[in-house]
Antibody
């Protein structure tokens, strides 16, 4: 069974930073792209960033480019998202999602429950 | 930036057919994907590559695509199908890089 468990969320002040992680199990991690998707309170889904499975090619939404960095450790089956220069509108649940194939951004076929990031002074 | 457009809400009675549409200029060349999100839960993939249904998804869920519009059809909608539905595609943005894009979501009410 595919499992994705996010961690690292919390309350942070504007301008601060956080490192989100996603522990993956139940599939051959290195063979699949991975993606972060966020959902602000009461709002829709927003694609944030994706990374391919093998050559680590990365893709970012315009709203986070230059502030967020996605990475993966295929030896530890872990996906990471370093988020910096946080703004109030970055407040959201951040979901980790497994890609349907090795290429990014592609699509997502299994999602984690998410970790909550709150940005407030 | 690229957009996928969905109607905010659709309402049907149990047993009726619900149709949820998604429009976007890239859809003639790019696949559409559909996600169901029930209140307080993570999204679930219900249709991929326009028309394919993942294992475990009921047969009443089907997808189609024609021109700039993709459609999710729920034949004989049930109360448990009440949820938000999002379309998604991966497109080349104006910057020249691939990006993922979600539609704004459609709230399906079955009552």
């Amino acid at each position: 069974e595919v499992q994705l468990v996010e961690s690292g969320g919390g309350l942070v002040q504007p301008g601060g930073s956080l490192r989100l992680s996603c522990a993956a199990s139940g599939f051959n991690f290195r063979n699949f792209a991975m993606t972060w998707v966020r959902q602000a309170p009461g709002k829709g889904l927003e694609w944030v960033s994706s990374i391919s499975g093998s050559d680590y090619t990365t893709y970012y939404a315009d709203s986070v480019k230059g502030r967020f960095t996605i990475s993966r450790d295929n030896s530890k089956n872990t996906l990471n998202l370093f988020i910096s220069s946080l703004r109030v509108d970055d407040t959201a649940i951040y979901h980790c999602a497994k890609g349907g194939g090795i290429a990014a951004p592609g699509y997502m076929d299994v999602w984690g429950q998410g970790t909550t990031v709150s940005v407030s002074s | 930036s690229y957009e996928l457009t969905q109607a905010p809400s659709v309402s049907v009675s149990p047993g009726q057919t619900a149709r949820i549409t998604c429009s976007g200029d890239a859809l003639p060349k790019k696949f559409a994907y559909w996600y169901q999100q029930k209140s307080g839960q993570a999204p679930v993939l219900v249709i991929y590559e326009d028309i394919k249904r993942p294992s475990g998804i009921p047969e009443r869920f089907s997808g189609s695509s024609s021109g700039t519009m993709a459609t999710l059809t729920i034949s004989g909608a049930q109360v448990e199908d009440e949820a938000d539905y999002y379309c998604y595609s991966a497109v080349i943005a104006s910057s020249g890089n691939y990006q993922g894009v979600f539609g704004g979501g459609t709230k399906l009410t079955v009552l």
